[in-house]
DNA sequence: CTGCGATAAGAGACCGGTCTCTTTACTAAA
DNA sequence: TTTAGTAAAGAGACCGGTCTCTTATCGCAG
C-alpha cells in the first residue's frame, strides 16, 4: 500500500495558483518573494505551497531573470591539496554572499580547460574563477571576458588579459628559498615542477606558459646567478606531472653522479613523492640532501625532519578572488585588480649542510 | 577603437535563424544535433552559427528537455582528503558518461546539507550523491527519492532508505585494526572520532548517527569485548571536528594517568592531529603509544615511523557510486543495490608492544 | 497522369518561472 | 458627488530552447 515512489510531475506556479484561488502572477509575486501582495493572499498562497509541497525551479527562475547565482571554477587538480584548499576559500566566500559554485577540473589540460569553460559558459554561470594551466592559447577566456560575464584569475596571472587576479609573491618567494640554501651553502640545486614541456627538458623561460611557475623558475634562476652559481638552469626539471613520473624523474636525478645536494619542489604533492624517493634510496635529509617544498600542506610538519616550506596564503587566495568576483558580480565597476599575496617561509628541519 | 567589452546580448537560436534564412525549428534542429536536415542547410546554419559566436543556452535547453546533464554531490568536508579523492572518482565517472558535477559541502551540519538538497533539487540535477551526515533526520534525501530523482549514498548507509548505497566493511576493518593492536598485547585502547554528540562522552551506539562511524565502533567494541577488555566503550572519544578539537582532546587523552597505550582513529585528518601533539608532549610511536588511521593518506607513509593504516577504496568507492547512479539515470531499473567494498590493513612501524 | 509515401522545412505551443501592463476596488481630497 | 490616487490582483508576453504537428516538395509505382 506505499505510495508509487514518484511519476508525480513536480508542482509548479500554476499548480499552486490553481489551489489558491489566485493568479499565476499573484502566486509568483509571493512564492518568489517580489511585488505587493496581501497578508491574506499570501497566506493562503503559502500554505497551498506548503500542501503541494512546492519546490521553485531554479532553472526556469534563471533564464527569466539572466542570473542563476552559480560561480564557476576551474581548477587544475581538486586532488591536490593547495587547490582544495582554494576551493574551500572560494566556496565559503560564496556562500556568504549567497552564491553556489559548480566545480570542473581542467586536469591541467588546455583542452579540458576549454571545454569546461565552455560547459560552465553554456550553463549561464554568473562569473568564472579559472586557474589558467596555459598562457598561450587564452581565446576561451578572452570569449568568457567579451560576452560581458566577469572572470577572475587564481594563481596564476596573464599579463595580456586585464582581469581580476589574485596571486602570491612567486618570484619573490623562489629567491628567498634559494637564498636560504644557497645560505646553506648549496649550488647544486634542483627546481622540480609538474608542468610539462617538450622534451622534459628545460630550454628557456619562454617555454614556460604557467605564470607562477615561470615567476618561480625566474626566480629560483636569479639567485642562484646572484651566488655564482653556474648555468642554473642545467638544475631545472618538468614534467613531475603524476606520482610515478615524479618518482622516475627523482630517481633518475638522484642516481645522478652530480647529483643536486638540495633541491626545491614546486608543491607539496612533487615534495612528498621526491620524500619517498629519497627515503627509498636509503638516503636521509638533510644530511644527504636538503628539501624546500611550496605549500605548506598539512604533513611536511609531522616528517621526520619537518619540511621546510613556503607558506602560501591559499585560503585567502581562494576566499579574496571570490570577493574580488562577487563585487563585480554584484554590480560594482571597477578597474581590474591584481592582487598579490605575501608568501613566507617556515623554517623546519629539512634544510642543512651540504654533503658531497 | 577597441571594441565594446560586452553588451552584446547572447546569440540565439532565433538569431541564427534570421541570419541563416530558415525557420527557427531548422536552426534548433541543426545546433541541437537533432531531426533532419539536408546537408546544404545544415552547412549554412553551421556557418551562420559560427560567424554570429552562438553559443546554446544549457539552461534553456534544461528546462524544456527535463535533464540538466549534472550530478549534485554534497560531501561533509572537501578538505578532508577522503573525500577530495571519492570526488575524483565521482568527477571521472561522470564525466566518462557525459554528465558535469556540482560539489556542495554540508560541513557535517544537517541543516546545511539540507539546504545543499534543496538547492541542488531547485537547479534541477539529473540526480544526486550524497554523504549523510546524520541518519535521524532524513526527510530531505526521502524528498529526494519521493520527487523521482535517483540518489545514491557514499560511504554511509541508511538502513531506512532503500536506494543504491556503496560504503566499506567498517565494522570488519575497525575489528581488524583492533585486533592488530590487541595482538600486540594492548588492552587500553582508544578509538577517536569526529562526530558531535551532546557531552563528547560515549554512551551508546544508539547515540551514533552516522552509520559508517557507529560500524567502526561497533567493531572496534566487539574485538575489545572479545579479547577481554573492561568496558571498552568509556575508551571512546567523540568530538574530533577540528584541529583544535583534536588536539584538546588528544591533549587530555594523553595527560592522563591511565592513558591509552594505543589509538584508533577514524580518519587521516584525526590522525595527523594526534601524532602531531604526540610529537610536541615527546612521546614516541610506538614506544610511547602505538597508532593505526582509517584512509591510508599520501602523508601516512613518509612519517617516522611511518603509520598502519586501514586502505578505503575511497576513489573506487566516489567512481562506483556514480556509476551506479549513472546507471539509473540512463533509466535502467533495477532493485536499489548496497556494494560493500573491502578494506585492507597495510602495517607499517606505528604498532609496538605496550609499554605503561 | 494521378496518388502515395518519404523527406525536409515551417509554425507555433510549451517548459516554469518573471515582469510589464492593465484592470479592479477602495480611500481621500476637491 | 466626482475624481484623483493608490494598493492589490489579473492577463499575458517573454526568456531560449525543444518538440509536435502541419505543410510543401519530390520520386516513383500503378
Known amino acids: 500500500m506505499t505510495k508509487v515512489p514518484s511519476s508525480a510531475r513536480p508542482k509548479t506556479v500554476a499548480d499552486v495558483a490553481r489551489a489558491a484561488n489566485v493568479s499565476k502572477a499573484t502566486a509568483a509575486r509571493v512564492l518568489g518573494g517580489y511585488g505587493v501582495v496581501s497578508d491574506a493572499i499570501r497566506a493562503s498562497v503559502t500554505a497551498a505551497a506548503k500542501a503541494l509541497d512546492y519546490r521553485p525551479n531554479e532553472l526556469a527562475r534563471s533564464m527569466t531573470t539572466g542570473r542563476s547565482g552559480i560561480i564557476g571554477v576551474v581548477v587544475g587538480d581538486i586532488e591536490n591539496p593547495f587547490f582544495s584548499l582554494a576551493v574551500r576559500g572560494i566556496s565559503d566566500a560564496a556562500k556568504a554572499s549567497g552564491f553556489n559554485v559548480i ?54 596571472a596573464l599579463p595580456d588579459l586585464d582581469v581580476d587576479t589574485v596571486t602570491v609573491d612567486d618570484r619573490e618567494a623562489a629567491i628567498r628559498a634559494t637564498q636560504v640554501l644557497i645560505g646553506a651553502g648549496h649550488r647544486n640545486i634542483a627546481y622540480v615542477t609538474a608542468v610539462e614541456a617538450n622534451g622534459h627538458e628545460y630550454v628557456d623561460l619562454r617555454q614556460i606558459y604557467t605564470s607562477s611557475v615561470r615567476e618561480r623558475i625566474d626566480g629560483f634562476l636569479s639567485a642562484c646567478r646572484d651566488a655564482g652559481v653556474d648555468r642554473p638552469e642545467r638544475h631545472v626539471r618538468l614534467g613531475a606531472t603524476s606520482s610515478e613520473a615524479t618518482r622516475r624523474l627523482a630517481d633518475e636525478m638522484l642516481s645522478h653522479p652530480g647529483r643536486p645536494t638540495a633541491i626545491l619542489a614546486s608543491d607539496s604533492v612533487i615534495a612528498l613523492e621526491i620524500l619517498r624517493t629519497i627515503r627509498q634510496r636509503g ?50 565597476i571597477q578597474p581590474p585588480e591584481r592582487l598579490v599575496l605575501p608568501t613566507a617561509i617556515i623554517t623546519r628541519g629539512s634544510v642543512g649542510p651540504p654533503h658531497p
Open 283 to 332: 638516503m636521509r635529509i638533510p644530511d644527504d640532501v636538503s628539501l624546500i617544498t611550496f605549500h605548506d600542506a598539512d604533513w611536511t610538519g609531522v616528517t621526520t625532519p619537518p619540511i621546510t616550506v613556503i607558506d602560501q596564503p591559499v585560503y585567502a587566495l581562494g576566499h579574496s578572488v571570490a570577493e574580488l568576483l562577487i563585487r563585480r558580480l554584484k554590480g560594482q
Open 103 to 156: 566545480l570542473a577540473n581542467s586536469g591541467e589540460k588546455i583542452e579540458a580547460e576549454k571545454a569546461a569553460v565552455r560547459l560552465l559558459i553554456g550553463k549561464r554561470v554568473d562569473g568564472l574563477i579559472v586557474t589558467p594551466s596555459e598562457s598561450r592559447d587564452i581565446t576561451h577566456l578572452r570569449d568568457i571576458h567579451r560576452s560581458g560575464r566577469p572572470l577572475a584569475l587564481l594563481d596564476r
